[in-house]
């Protein structure tokens, strides 16, 4: 079945630190991959998608097919960029997505 | 555009009561997407509807979980007679056409059962 595995509960960081939040996917073929945020008491937002290849709020994540990886990363964090994060992919332009069980990103003062 | 809104925020409901989830999609959307967020788990899939159809309920419980979309109104996910393992955080999310990885989500239906 295909999973996608968020290892961190948890990162806290200082503020100015580089932050990365590790995703694994198993699917084999040639799935779409996403970040979703959550700020606090908000809507689950679109921070951004591999196929864009784009820069979100100086958030970037690279495809690694050979590690089956999409980790997100940002050079230098700030304090609104807490909140949590959730890796998920879609295969093959079905409607379903698959979600991580989130990282939680605390970036202290 | 007030996006996609659920309500209510927060649930409360004894076990044996029944409980109904409202979704109003954002204006212009036909598709709804229910998702079920247990705790400590990731999101997952529930059902997949249209304005009066059903697409895709795969992801839904067997028993005691329904869901609608009817031509006028919000789509609505009901529960009967909940039991404590209910108690999760219920997504919807919309978009305006099949295959659009523009899901628009809600903010969420926190369900607690006592």
């Known amino acids: 079945a295909q999973r996608v595995t968020q290892p961190e509960k948890l990162l806290s960081v200082f503020k100015g630190a580089p932050v990365e939040l590790k995703c694994n996917y198993s699917?084999?073929?040639?799935?779409?991959l996403f970040w979703y945020v959550q700020y606090s008491r908000q809507r689950l937002q679109l921070l951004l998608r591999h196929i864009s290849r784009e820069s979100i709020k100086g958030f970037t994540a690279d495809l690694n097919k050979g590690e089956t990886s999409f980790h997100l990363k940002k050079p230098f964090a700030q304090e609104e960029d807490s909140a949590m994060y959730y890796c998920?992919?879609?295969?093959?332009?079905?409607?379903?997505?698959?979600f991580g069980s989130g990282t939680r990103l605390l970036v202290r003062p | 555009n007030a996006g996609v809104m659920q309500n209510p925020r927060h649930l409360v409901r004894r076990r044996g009561q029944e409980a109904r989830l409202r979704c109003s999609p954002m204006k212009g959307h036909s598709h709804v997407y229910w998702y079920r967020q247990l705790p400590e788990e990731g999101l997952k899939f529930m059902v997949y509807l249209q304005k009066e159809n059903i697409i895709d309920e795969s992801g839904m419980p067997k028993e005691r979980f329904s869901a609608e979309f009817p031509k006028e109104g919000p789509s609505i996910l009901r529960i009967q007679q909940v039991v404590r393992g209910d108690s999760a955080a219920y997504f919807c999310?919309?978009?305006?056409?099949?295959?659009?990885?523009?899901?628009?989500f809600g903010s969420g239906t926190r369900l607690t059962v006592v």
């Open positions: 999310a919309s978009s305006p056409a099949v295959v659009d990885y523009g899901y628009t």
């Open positions: 998920a992919q879609r295969m093959d332009s079905s409607y379903k997505l698959i």
């Open positions: 699917y084999s073929g040639s799935p779409e």
